[in-house]
């Protein structure tokens, strides 16, 4: 609808003049009908007027952005398989263990990270709003999922580097900081967990203890 022209006048119906860019109509109507008109009207100016609202060019396996002002949360989605775990508990040592699909939470205020959180999953499809999700089982992380881990704090830390901040907390030593047993089935302690899993090529689902679903841990996170 180009233009709405309307005439009112006493004990007479609306009298209404449309161009909608290819014809020109010209009619009286109701005042329900007027309305309904002027609703559209309204509704075709605001779609046409509301600007997009762009996401910046993001990695793979993005699962989720969300932004408000300078700050931002981004969830990476990472694979199940077999990952390289230092462990520190008096002596660095390292193993390759078995860990779930991994849902990691990078918050950032500009481009300096503040914050993240993970959580892990047995859904081997699409993640939806219902998804559960279970407790990372290691070390550096809080009850809620939280990150007891910053990367350097002088670094940029862009969209695109995103993968590459994930990486340095996977080869950030694990030890007895942040630690809770309960968070494993079996109930090991840290250096136990870590020893019996090198021995599975698989994470025993079994061991993963339940947390929440994957609309209500992100609405925590992010609140």
């Known amino acids: ?4 022209r ?9 009298e209404v003049w449309v161009h909608d860019g290819a014809r020109r109509r010209h009619f009286f109507t109701t005042f329900s009908g007027l309305l309904g008109l002027l609703q559209e ?11 997009w609202i762009p996401t910046p060019l993001l990695p793979p396996n993005t699962l989720y952005y969300a932004q408000r002002l300078e700050e931002s949360w981004i969830v990476q989605d990472l694979p199940a398989g077999r990952y390289e775990t230092l462990l520190d508990t008096g002596g660095r040592e390292m193993f390759v263990i078995p860990l779930p699909r991994m849902l990691f939470a990078v918050h950032r205020r500009g481009s300096r990270v503040v914050g993240g959180a993970i959580r892990v999953t047995t859904e081997t499809g699409a993640i939806t709003n219902e998804t559960p999700l279970f407790h990372f089982p290691l070390s550096n992380t809080y009850e809620d999922g939280r990150l007891c881990w910053y990367p350097p704090d002088d670094e940029a830390w862009t969209e695109e580097r995103i993968p590459g901040l994930i990486r340095t907390f996977f080869a950030t030593p694990h030890n007895f900081d942040v630690f809770s047993p309960r968070r494993n089935g079996p109930g090991h302690d840290l250096r136990g967990l870590i020893t019996a899993l090198a021995e599975h090529e698989t994470y025993p689902t079994a061991w993963l203890v339940p947390a929440e679903s ?7 996170i992010t609140r």
């Open 214 to 220: 994957s609309s209500a841990w992100l609405a925590h």
């Open 6 to 14: 309307i005439r009112l006048k006493p004990d007479q119906h609306p």
């Open 1 to 4: 609808m180009k233009s709405l």
């Open 41 to 51: 009207a309204e509704g075709r100016a605001l779609h046409e007027e509301a600007p």
